[in-house]
């Protein structure tokens, strides 16, 4: 009992020790070994993780000493709900099953900085989704990577990413909780820009390297905001130390002074620190108005999309506030939460109707689900946050590979030419060509639309009713999205899969492609996968159809909610009802919008674009929100920065050099002076100085008593000088 | 805690210091033509120093209520109470060490010197004697005169061994510096002649008991000044880009890798420890000057089109949040800025290595309209640079973070307004390193000889990667720096405190 959680340290030093050794020896010039060592790695950490969420669920929990205890003893949990909490659900945090923390460094007072790892049955479950996926996506990855000459870096790349997320996620406090946050960033940067080397032959498309700098950057603004949280908290608190006993951030004595005080600017400390913390949210959720960089990310290679942009790092955002949650529910930082959420939500969605990459739809549509998430957590409905992160990983890296799959297959039609490969318009009837990426692809479908039964339904389900009961407008909002949800996914598999094929004859790009490669695709047809990519599409697809029945709104079927320990949501058969008409109702639109798209060729409009061209413009362009940045922010900064760069040089350096022109000034001034009044009398007295020397050339006789003597004599005034002056 | 003990009876810091003077009389007995055994004598004699300081850390105690160790006291001139006395404790203890990496790794850049070389080596071992002196003196009037046999080199390497407006550089950066003496003479002086003691050791005059507020107050300006000119301290900094610009790759290293800790360094050792209350009634214009070193160093970092400028104002700005670890007056801090001074040195002597000597001594320009592609082509400059980047912008992992995350830390609870707004430099960092990582590295490649560009050298290699094991060992295991650097500057912190409630009860 108990050797899986005394051992879970080594679920992310497996893949840290993959990203070592990909890195530092040898086995790197051996592509297929380092891709499968990196596998096989992970594998191992699944097992653990695994092992770890059982002996979670089986209640073992081990002491500081190191006692283990089985504890099956029931808690009674507060199911009286507060009138204005919410969707009325507490959040309470239980003790964890295990913590381990060694001292790390100083931290000026007496508390110094830890490092360890905590482990709870929210930690368990996250440790599970993440092994999972990233199990999947490695063995994805095998495959679809084979022919890259830098394989080998990309497993390194994305064993430390696993590693830093994993800590992530067991971190024992804030500080290593970012400090992995932060790890994480880094290992996005590197694999968006993955293929620097990349050009596209229109100069205003982004590449993959700028588009690293833009996620990069953007995340880091949300990032400081955090740290300055985290600065704020640790002054307060003195630690940053998860837990709630003394000493540590969610001790309620220190909640309560954090939410009574209030600072300068009129809100509470605790909502201060709880909206800066959420600004690392916003960053790395890719929340409005910092999501412009996700988008953008999926220049990067898919597997990387589906791991780090879908399932694990922008979830870890919702992970963060689910994390810190205690202190939100003392702070007034909810409703903002729930509104930013709500808004993103939605305004996600609407964008993902009017794009045609089929990465970039799911992208949109990441942003819209991970709305759905922020927005639970700020309603209060902790509980069906989580779950919908759980699901939503597994179907949307399901879709993410799904998509990298047929972006395979089209490859083989189209060539490497990302813009053409990836536009849906170019697809069509691949369902023919490509049977187990289409089955697979429509599990994770009907999972994302929530079509009644499959996980996302179940989910997406807790949070709307969880909407209905505490702000109507959020529930609104979230279900016209979830209407679009099932539209535009709808539209993706109406045109991706079924209708004719048109990647024969794909749509002239507005610049010429130049191939990098010069054997002629046309010949031939898309092509299925290998089974190292089919394989993950189905143990996914699994999860999509089944994952939901961990917490079904059914007395006696919230098993993930009393696994947390939380109070579960309740069932409303009327909200359940109106989300299945939703999300039936938006297939059927869908279908009727895109049932003829694209038949004649893919040069066509697209059906919305022929009903609405403005409208669909705007939704295209992503409500120019990027156009819009760069006219402001970005012009403000450069200018900002010439500002300053030509005050420095004409300003300081100016002044720097007038002063050296005065102190030259002043030479000469000195010079004439010197010149013309003392150099005289230096003259005169150089001539008395050879008169004197004259003498004393006469006084140097050669013999050696009268140096003597005039050494002593010498010493005596030295002495007499001495005695009377530094006395 | 100590690891390893060290005989007592040693003068183990003189010898630090003399192991470079030593060389430069042997080089300097050397024939002009002999340049590779010159560099062999000043490469391992760099690599002694370094191997005893390494030494003198392993065995400082830091948990011993002694602070001071190693502690040698011959007697000068003990009449004028100036006397040779030297000690290390937390604080110097690390610049130390960064002072041997630097000098090590920057010795084994210059291999590639041929035009006088003999003069070349003299000068810099020079330079890095005259360094470690200073942080090993405990007598000011001692710590002055190595500051200077520190500054003086400076001039000469510049001047004749420098690129790009040489003169001009080499001038600006010596009237600038010795303007900054001149501050601290008259400080020197003032601290001499006020306190009851006649004397110039630290611990004494360091008994804040010694000296009216008024006095601290007053005099605390000409010395924090004087040293924060060599600090680069806002606006007395533009000296630095265009020095370091000038400067031969080693001597941009040993520059703005060691030299301007030399400032930051004073004022804490010197300034603040002397003049606790001085320092107390002066916070907030120093904090705010140090936010406009940060941001707007930064900013101007960001604007460049030499990849070298572009370094020397990060260096503006990375000793901006330096001199604002010391604003912050708390134990973490002055924890952070002492910690920033080690990885900030570390860091820039990395980024001067690559552009110096890896980019520019192949390519022959800095221009980044001009670079581009070299990853392909000497893909080791581009790791090292990508790794000593994340570590300026504060990747957790490298030191950089710990630095900047304690300064924070400190400053949030000393002026939070000001933490905030010092937050702006940290996305403006990243992205003029990424920019530049983008433009050099990983954009077209311009030229096409550059495909043909000779290979990494050993030497190169080796100097990188001592100092990139560096950033990764503290960014990993930061504890070994900062718990003796805690256990030193707590005491200080100390004082400031007491300062700071005197001040508000006596306004």
């Given at each position: ?31 297929n ?10 594998v ?17 929990k ?10 099956t ?19 309470e ?41 990233a ?43 970012f ?72 001790n ?27 600004s ?30 879908a ?29 930013i ?9 609407l ?22 998430m922020v ?14 992160l ?11 590979l ?24 170019n697809?069509?009837g ?12 429509m ?41 679009l ?44 996968s ?16 089944f ?19 939380q ?31 694209f ?43 010439r ?14 050099i ?15 002076i ?34 003597v003597?005039l ?17 | ?17 003399l ?6 009389l042997?080089i ?29 850390y ?79 003196s405990l ?22 061994w ?10 600006k950066?010596?009237?600038?510096l010795m ?12 601290m ?20 009216s ?16 000119v ?21 001597v941009?290293?040993l ?21 606790p ?13 140090t936010?406009?070193?940060a ?15 572009m370094?020397?104002y ?59 592609g ?20 504060g ?16 400053m ?6 000001i ?74 912190a ?14």
């Open positions: 009992m108990g050797w899986f959680l005394q051992n879970a340290w080594l679920i992310p030093l497996l893949p840290l020790i993959g990203f070592a050794v990909i890195t530092l020896t040898p086995i790197q010039r051996n592509k070994a380092s891709a499968w060592l990196a596998t096989l790695l992970m191992a950490a699944t097992v653990i993780a695994l092992g770890t969420a059982i002996e979670v669920a089986s209640g073992v081990i002491a500081a000493d190191g006692t283990v205890a089985a504890h003893e029931e808690k009674a949990y507060a199911a009286e709900p507060a009138a204005d909490k919410g969707a009325g659900h507490k959040f945090w239980h003790d964890p099953n295990i913590v381990r923390t060694i001292r790390w460094a100083p931290a000026g007072g007496d508390v110094p900085f830890t490092m360890g790892y905590i482990i709870d049955p929210a930690v368990a479950a996250m440790l599970v989704m993440v092994t999972i996926t199990t999947c996506i490695h063995l994805f990855s095998v495959g679809y990577m084979a022919h890259d000459p830098r394989q080998a870096r990309f497993f390194s790349f994305i064993s430390l990413f696993t590693a830093a997320m994993l800590a992530m996620v067991m971190a024992s406090n804030l500080l290593l909780f400090m992995a946050w932060e790890i994480m960033g880094l290992c996005s940067y590197l694999l968006i820009g993955f293929w620097y080397d990349k050009n596209y032959a229109d100069p205003n498309q982004i590449t993959p390297r700028q588009a690293a700098i833009k996620a990069f950057i953007t995340t880091r603004i949300g990032d400081v905001l955090f740290m300055i949280g985290l600065a704020w908290l640790w002054t307060e608190a003195g630690t940053l130390e998860l837990g709630t006993g003394p000493g540590q951030v969610f309620p004595e220190l909640l309560e002074r954090l939410a009574t005080t209030t600072t300068g600017i009129g809100i509470s400390a605790a909502t201060g620190i709880a909206l800066l913390i959420f690392g949210t916003i960053g790395k959720s890719a929340q409005f108005p910092l999501h412009v960089w996700l988008p953008d990310a999926m220049e990067g290679p898919t597997p990387v999309s589906a791991l780090i942009h399932a694990t790092m922008v979830s870890a955002g919702v992970f963060l506030t689910a994390r810190t949650f205690p202190i939100f529910q003392v702070s007034d930082a909810l409703p903002i939460v729930a509104t959420g709500a808004f993103t939500a939605l305004f996600a969605a964008i993902a109707v009017g794009q045609f990459d089929i990465k970039r739809i799911l992208a949109y549509s990441t942003l819209s689900q991970l709305g759905f927005a639970a957590l700020g309603i209060g409905g902790w509980v069906a946050a989580l779950f919908h759980l699901t939503h990983a597994f179907f949307k890296a399901l879709l993410f799904g998509s990298g799959s047929v972006i395979h297959g089209m490859e083989a039609t189209v060539g490497h030419d990302s813009n053409t490969a990836q536009d849906i318009r697809m069509g691949l369902r023919r060509f490509m049977p187990v990426t289409f089955l697979t692809y599990a994770g479908f009907l999972a994302l639309a929530g079509f009644p039964g499959f996980a996302g339904f179940w989910s997406k389900d807790e949070i709307l009713a969880d909407a209905f009961r505490a702000n109507t407008l959020v529930w609104v909002t979230l279900s016209l999205a979830s209407l949800t099932a539209f535009y996914m709808t539209r993706q598999i109406m045109v991706v899969f079924f209708g004719t094929f048109r990647g024969h004859h794909p749509r002239q790009q507005p610049y010429a492609f130049i191939s990098h490669d010069n054997h002629h695709h046309e010949a031939h047809d898309p092509h299925e290998p089974w190292t990519m089919t394989v993950p599409l189905v143990i996914l697809a699994l999860f999509a159809v994952a939901g029945v961990v917490n079904l709104p059914f007395d006696g079927f919230h098993h993930l909610a009393d696994f947390f320990g109070e579960a949501g309740k069932l409303n058969l009327l909200v359940m009802g109106i989300s299945s008409a939703i999300a039936i109702g938006g297939i059927f639109l869908g279908w009727l919008v895109y049932r003829n798209a038949t004649a060729s893919a040069e066509e409009a697209d059906p919305l674009e022929q009903m609405m061209p403005g409208i669909f413009t705007v939704l295209n362009r992503k409500f120019y929100v990027d156009e819009l940045y760069a006219a402001t922010f970005g012009i403000a900064a450069a200018a900002l920065a500002i300053w760069t030509w005050f420095d040089e004409h300003v300081i350096d100016r002044i720097v007038e002063t050296g022109r005065f102190t030259q000034f002043l030479g000469q001034v000195n010079f004439i010197d010149d013309a009044m003392l150099n005289d009398g230096a003259d005169l007295m150089a001539t008395g100085t050879q008169v004197a020397g004259d003498r004393t050339r006469r006084a140097t006789t050669g013999k050696v008593q009268d140096y003597a050494a002593f004599a010498g010493a005596v005034v030295l002495g007499v000088l001495y005695l009377y002056l530094v006395r | 805690m100590n690891l390893i003990d060290l005989p007592a009876n040693v003068p183990w810091l003189s010898l630090i210091w192991s470079l003077v030593i060389p430069t042997i300097a007995l050397m024939k002009p033509e002999q340049k590779e055994e010159i560099r062999i004598v000043g490469t391992v004699f760099s690599f002694i120093s370094l191997a005893l300081t390494l030494l003198v392993l065995a400082y105690d830091y948990r011993s209520p002694e602070k001071f160790q190693f502690l040698e006291e011959i007697p000068w001139l003990p009449e004028l109470g100036i006397n040779y006395i030297l000690g290390v404790d937390g604080i110097s203890l690390p610049m130390l060490l960064l002072n041997g990496i630097v000098i090590f790794t920057g010795a084994l850049i210059s291999w590639n010197i041929e035009d006088r070389a003999r003069e070349y080596w003299a000068l810099l071992l020079l330079l890095a004697a005259g360094v470690y002196g200073v942080f090993v007598d000011l009037f001692l710590l002055f005169i190595f500051y200077e046999l520190a500054v003086l080199p400076m001039y000469l390497l510049i001047g004749i420098g690129s790009t407006r040489k003169e001009y550089g080499a001038m950066l010596t009237l600038y303007g900054g003496s001149a501050f601290i003479i008259l400080g020197m002086v003032a001499y002649f006020s306190g009851m003691l006649r004397t110039f050791d630290m611990r004494l005059l360091a008994q804040s008991a010694l000296f507020r008024d006095v601290q107050i007053v005099f605390f300006v000409p010395l924090f000044l004087g040293f924060g060599l600090a680069g301290m806002f606006p007395f900094h533009t000296w630095s880009p265009t020095g370091h610009v000038a400067a031969p790759t080693a941009s290293m520059h703005a890798g060691v030299l301007m800790k030399l400032g930051a360094y004073g004022c804490l050792r010197v300034a603040m420890w002397i003049f209350e001085g320092a107390n009634y002066w916070l907030l214009p120093i904090a705010i000057a936010l406009i070193n941001v707007y160093g930064a900013t101007i970092a960001m604007m460049q089109r030499d990849f070298k400028f370094i020397g990060s260096s503006v700005s990375h000793m901006g949040l330096t001199l604002m670890g010391l604003a912050a007056a708390n134990t973490i801090g002055l924890t952070g800025a002492v910690l920033q001074m080690f990885a900030h040195g570390v860091m820039t002597a990395l980024f001067f290595a690559v552009v110096g000597r890896m980019v520019y001594d192949r390519t022959h320009t800095r221009q980044f309209p001009e670079l581009g070299l990853f392909s082509v000497m893909p080791f400059a581009a790791i090292v640079f990508i790794i000593a980047g994340l570590s300026s912008m990747m957790p992992g490298l030191a950089g973070f710990w630095a900047e995350f304690n300064i924070f830390m400190g949030w609870q000393r002026f939070p307004l933490a905030v707004l010092a937050g702006v430099s940290i996305p403006i960092t990243a992205g003029y390193i990424l920019m530049a990582a983008y433009r050099v590295f990983f954009g077209e490649m311009k030229n096409p000889e550059f495909r043909h560009l000779p290979k990494i050298t050993v030497q190169e290699y080796v100097a990188g990667v001592i100092l990139v094991a560096v950033l990764i060992i503290s960014g990993i295991y930061p504890a070994y720096l900062t718990e003796p650097i805690e256990a030193s500057v707590q005491p200080i100390e004082a400031l405190a007491r300062a700071g409630t005197l001040g508000v009860r006596y306004p």
